[in-house]
């Protein structure tokens, strides 16, 4: 194995660990923002707009990773069907979805860790989770993804048993009713101002081609793992949406840092034993998203430097290890930075922005490989094509409308950093490409006969 590249530890069941642990965290915290303006119909209808959006994205991505089996996922997509200035782009939007979405969930972490102990501070709880997963991660990401099984089946545990105690208790008026009884209080406008939050509930589960560099067998494994994801993930939204707004109704849901434990506890009481199980233990399904966040800005983060699209010392390897140590700790310090000065509602929106960047892209590299290099070796192909990919874009470009209604400064904040990160890649980034990372290698190769060795291989 070549001394810059990622052992290959990963099967199915650990693909699918990853990708529904690292949005579970979006069932406790998040999605519940845009309700005062969507309702629960409003709500209903963005959940799924945006689940057709993810599920038809993950048929392109899934073809896509058995084409380019390497760590730069999203990048490495578009860098192959659109150039190496999209293709950095795309990178950019990858880490900002995951950077932000970082420190939003970190502080939900925090939260919920000052409401057990209230001697502790959000930012010292925040450190602490930084720091702990960011060793783990630096250790191995086949030890990351064992721990990382234990969270998620305890999260998903304890999301079942809510929905056992709670469904028999929904209060059907406050799901119907809406506020001032309006279905949908603020019309078309609430559906959107619903979208950025809605996506909460899927957004993240795109990372898992960035796994494909230490995935067993990426051919059969990788669809597998994305695809599982993405309908648990769906099941999940559905029910928990359902369940707590039916307990607690809208009006106390959309401001609630902490939805779940407030919609049991007002169905129940505060002293509720699932109410206070909810605000201990649902703290694991926190942790769990944000152990998986760490691994994906890592990756993306790795992959451009090593392409040198971003400065070399950030795709340092451990040298046993061989796992990414300055892309992981990096970041982490300048997320406790952040935390200091946003609120979350807002930093979602930053998140959001920078993700749909990356689904347009992606969703229009599977568009443009199928038309540019129609004999690419494709062990997985989208269904529907090419009805999937262009619905999804449709679907990602109304999303970015929605963000710029729900919040015009952070729009304008989102746009800045691509300027940004724009204005860097013509004055640095292009002039100092490594031709011989892997990515980039297996895009200037045009024969098709070395990309079927190449996947072979994998």
């Known amino acids: 194995m070549d001394n810059n590249e990622l052992n290959k530890t990963l099967r199915p069941f650990q693909l699918w660990v990853i990708g529904v642990g690292i949005v579970i965290s979006g069932n406790f915290l998040g999605w519940n923002f845009g309700l005062l303006e969507s309702g629960y119909v409003g709500m209903l209808i963005a959940i799924c707009l945006m689940a057709i959006m993810y599920l038809f994205m993950c048929f392109g991505i899934s073809e896509l990773s058995t084409i380019m089996p390497y760590a730069g996922g999203p990048y490495s997509f578009a860098r192959r069907a659109m150039g190496p200035y999209i293709g950095f782009i795309t990178g950019i939007g990858v880490i900002l ?41 630096i250790i191995g990401v086949k030890e990351y993804a064992r721990l990382e099984g234990v969270l998620v089946i305890i999260s998903l545990t304890l999301l079942v048993l809510m929905y056992f105690v709670g469904f028999p208790h929904i209060d059907t008026a406050k799901l119907i009713g809406g506020i001032n009884g309006s279905l949908i209080p603020s019309g ?49 939204a559905i029910l928990t949406t359902l369940l707590a707004i039916g307990l607690a109704g809208i009006e106390q849901m959309s401001n609630a840092k902490d939805p779940l434990p407030m919609a049991v506890a007002t169905a129940f009481g505060d002293t509720y034993w699932l109410a206070q199980m ?32 971003l400065p070399g010392f950030l795709s340092k390897l451990h040298n046993k290890r061989k796992t990414p140590y300055v892309a992981i700790a990096l970041p982490s310090i300048l997320g406790l930075l952040i935390i200091m000065f946003f609120n979350p509602n807002d930093l979602i ?69 691509f300027a940004i990160a724009t204005i860097y890649y013509f004055a640095w980034g292009k002039n100092n490409i490594n031709s011989h990372a892997p990515e980039e290698q297996f895009i200037q190769n045009l024969s098709h006969q070395d990309i079927q060795n190449e996947n072979m291989t994998v």
């Open 278 to 309: 909810l605000a201990s233990i649902g703290l694991i399904g926190l942790i769990a998203s944000f152990s998986g966040i760490i691994l994906a800005y890592s990756r993306q983060i790795f992959s451009l430097s090593r392409s040198r699209y």
């Open 97 to 137: 979805e995951y950077f932000i979405a970082g420190t939003v969930v970190s502080i939900g972490v925090g939260a919920y860790i000052s409401f057990l102990f209230p001697t502790i501070s959000t930012l010292l709880a925040a450190a602490i989770m930084y720091v702990f997963f960011s060793i783990i991660h």
């Open 188 to 236: 078309f406008k609430g559906v959107l101002i619903a979208i950025p939050y809605a996506m909460w509930l899927f957004l993240g589960i795109e990372m898992l081609p960035m796994m494909a560099e230490e995935t067993r067998n990426v051919k059969k494994d990788m669809s597998k793992g994305i695809l599982t994801g993405m309908v648990t993930l769906l099941i999940l």
């Open 349 to 417: 929106l930053v998140a959001t922005f920078g993700a749909l960047v990356s689904y347009i892209t992606m969703n229009l590299s599977v568009i443009i490989l199928r038309k540019k290099e129609p004999d690419l070796v494709r062990y997985y192909k989208t269904p529907l094509y090419p009805i999937a990919p262009i619905v999804s874009i449709i679907l990602a470009v109304i999303a970015l409308i929605a963000n710029f209604l729900t919040n015009l400064s952070f729009f304008w904040i989102s746009l800045g950093v």
